[in-house]
Nanobody, 124 residues
């Protein structure tokens, strides 16, 4: 059974940084495209960023370009989300997800496995 566990969320002031981690177990991590999504209060879950299987290519949502960076360590079965210049509108529950398909996957329905989420709160 594939399990994804996010960590690293918390409370940060506007302009600050956080790094989220997502540890994957029970599956072939290097065979998954990985993504991060987020859901703000009262809003639908949205795409944030994705990374290909070998970590050589990424795609970001326009709202986080230049501020968020996704990376992965296939030796550690872990994907990361480095977030900088955080703003109050970045406040959300952040989810990591794994997809068995190749390529950049920005649609939620493409992802087969999901974590439980980690809360990120940015104060103004």
């Amino acid at each position: 059974q594939v399990q994804l566990v996010e960590s690293g969320g918390g409370l940060v002031q506007a302009g600050g940084s956080l790094r989220l981690s997502c540890a994957v177990s029970g599956g072939a991590f290097s065979g998954y495209v990985m993504g991060w999504f987020r859901q703000a209060p009262g809003k639908e879950r949205e795409f944030v960023t994705t990374i290909n299987r070998i970590g050589s290519s990424t795609e970001n949502a326009d709202s986080v370009k230049g501020r968020f960076t996704i990376s992965r360590d296939n030796a550690k079965n872990t994907v990361y989300l480095q977030m900088s210049t955080l703003q109050p509108e970045d406040t959300a529950v952040y989810y990591c997800a794994a997809c068995r398909f190749s390529g950049h996957q920005i649609k939620q329905r493409a992802y087969h496995y999901w974590g439980q989420g980690t809360q990120v709160t940015v104060s103004s």
